[in-house]
C-alpha cells in the first residue's frame, strides 16, 4: 500500500478562522512533509517532520502551525491566513530523511481563503 | 544550489506519437532523479526514478537514463495516449537530504 491521505478535499475559509488540514500514511514511513502548490507551478516545501521531529521549516509564516502527533499523522493548523495563501497542499512522506527515497504524495487539499 | 530545468511546454503530441520531454540538473554530490506525473485536479504521483548515474528508471511504458556525464534525466515514451495528457515534474534529491528539488514542469496535451 502506498497510500497518503489526506482530508478535507476542499475547505474554504475566512481570514479570521481556524482551520486544520490532516494527513495520513501507514507504510511505516518516518519522514512526512507538507507543500504549498499555486496553479501551473511545481510544488514547493514548507516543513519536514523527520521520526515525528520538524527538521525543516522552509521559512513559513506562522500562521501555519505544523504538528506531528505520531508516525503516521500529520496536521498543518492555519489561522488568520490571507487571500494569497489559496493553494493545493499537499503532504507526502518517505522512508525516511535520505535522499534516495522516493516521497510519495497524497491528493492534496485545495484551500480558499476568502 | 542544486536545479532542475525542464522544457518548456505546453508539448502537443497526437496519440501514438514518441514523446521526449528534456531535463537537465545541476548538484552538488551524487543526487538521486525522479520523474513525476500531476493529473488533473491530483496530487503528485511517483513515475520512476533512478538513484545513481546509468540507472533506466521505467514505469507504464515511460523510460529515462541517469546520464552524469550530461547532467540529464530525460523522459521518452515510444506510443503515448490521450490518457497521458498531465503535467510531469523532473525533480532531484540530493544525496545528503531530503529536500526534493523540482523543475517547473511540462504540459503534456495529447489529442485523439
Known amino acids: 500500500d502506498t497510500e497518503v491521505t489526506q482530508t478535507p478535499k476542499h475547505l474554504v475559509m475566512g481570514m479570521t478562522n481556524k482551520k486544520s488540514l490532516k494527513c495520513e500514511q501507514h507504510?511505516?514511513?518516518?519522514?512526512m512533509y507538507w507543500y504549498k502548490q499555486k496553479a501551473k507551478k511545481p510544488p514547493e516545501l514548507m516543513f519536514v517532520?523527520?521520526?515525528?521531529?520538524?527538521?525543516i521549516n522552509e521559512s513559513v509564516p506562522s500562521r501555519f502551525s505544523p504538528e506531528c502527533p505520531n508516525s503516521s499523522l500529520l496536521n498543518l493548523h492555519l489561522h488568520a491566513l490571507q487571500p494569497e495563501d489559496s493553494a493545493l497542499y499537499l503532504c507526502?512522506?518517505?522512508?525516511?530523511?535520505?535522499?534516495?527515497?522516493?516521497?510519495?504524495f497524497g491528493p492534496g487539499t485545495r484551500l480558499t481563503v476568502t | 544550489g542544486d536545479s532542475v530545468t525542464q522544457m518548456e511546454g505546453p508539448v502537443t503530441l497526437s496519440e501514438e506519437a514518441f514523446l521526449t520531454i528534456n531535463c537537465t540538473y545541476t548538484?552538488?554530490?551524487?543526487?538521486?532523479l525522479f520523474w513525476y506525473v500531476q493529473y488533473p485536479g491530483e496530487g503528485l504521483q511517483l513515475l520512476l526514478k533512478?538513484?545513481?548515474?546509468?540507472d533506466k528508471g521505467s514505469n507504464k511504458g515511460f523510460e529515462a537514463t541517469y546520464r552524469k556525464e550530461t547532467t540529464s534525466f530525460h523522459l521518452e515514451k515510444g506510443s503515448v495516449q490521450v490518457s497521458d495528457s498531465a503535467v510531469y515534474f523532473c525533480a532531484l534529491t540530493a544525496d545528503y537530504g531530503n529536500k526534493l528539488v523540482f523543475g517547473a514542469g511540462t504540459i503534456l496535451r495529447v489529442k485523439s
Open positions: 517532520y523527520s521520526y515525528e521531529k520538524l527538521s
Open positions: 507526502a512522506s518517505s522512508q525516511d530523511g535520505a535522499g534516495v527515497y522516493e516521497q510519495y
Open positions: 533512478a538513484t545513481k548515474a546509468d
Open positions: 548538484a552538488t554530490g551524487y543526487p538521486s
Open positions: 507504510m511505516g514511513h518516518r519522514a
